[in-house]
Nanobody, 123 residues
Framework: QVRLVESGGGSVQAGGSLKLSCTAS????????MSWYRQAPGKEREFVSL?????STNYADSVKGRFTISRDKNTAYLQMNSLKSEDTAMYYC???????????????????WGQGTQVTVSS
């Protein structure tokens, strides 16, 4: 059973920083890419950033230059700087497993989501 546990959310004033963490467990040697999404009230969930097993990253245009994603094995971090009120949302971690063999293929049939952590930025 793949499980994701997020932490690090909170309330901060505009211009401040927060660092989110997401630890994945329940699988061993498979590769995975871990990503962050966010959902503000009344809006659809949107992609924020992604980091692959090899460390390659991708960012939404809205956070480029302000957010930095990184990982240490199966823990992904999202360092958020220069926060704006529009960054206020529930942030979700997502893990997509892939790799050779039946075990990884079976785990990779669907992505896994964390429970979410709230980020509130006040102006």
């Amino acid at each position: 059973q793949v499980r994701l546990v997020e932490s690090g959310g909170g309330s901060v004033q505009a211009g401040g920083s927060l660092k989110l963490s997401c630890t994945a467990s329940g699988y061993t040697y498979c590769k995975n890419y871990m990503s962050w999404y966010r959902q503000a009230p009344g809006k659809e969930r949107e992609f924020v950033s992604l980091v692959d097993t090899d460390g390659s990253t991708n960012y939404a245009d809205s956070v480029k230059g302000r957010f930095t994603i990184s990982r240490d094995k199966n823990t992904a971090y999202l360092q958020m700087n220069s926060l704006k009120s529009e960054d206020t949302a529930m942030y979700y971690c997502k893990a997509t497993v892939y790799g050779a063999g039946d075990y990884c293929s079976r785990l990779g049939r669907s992505p896994y989501w964390g429970q979410g952590t709230q980020v509130t930025v006040s102006s």
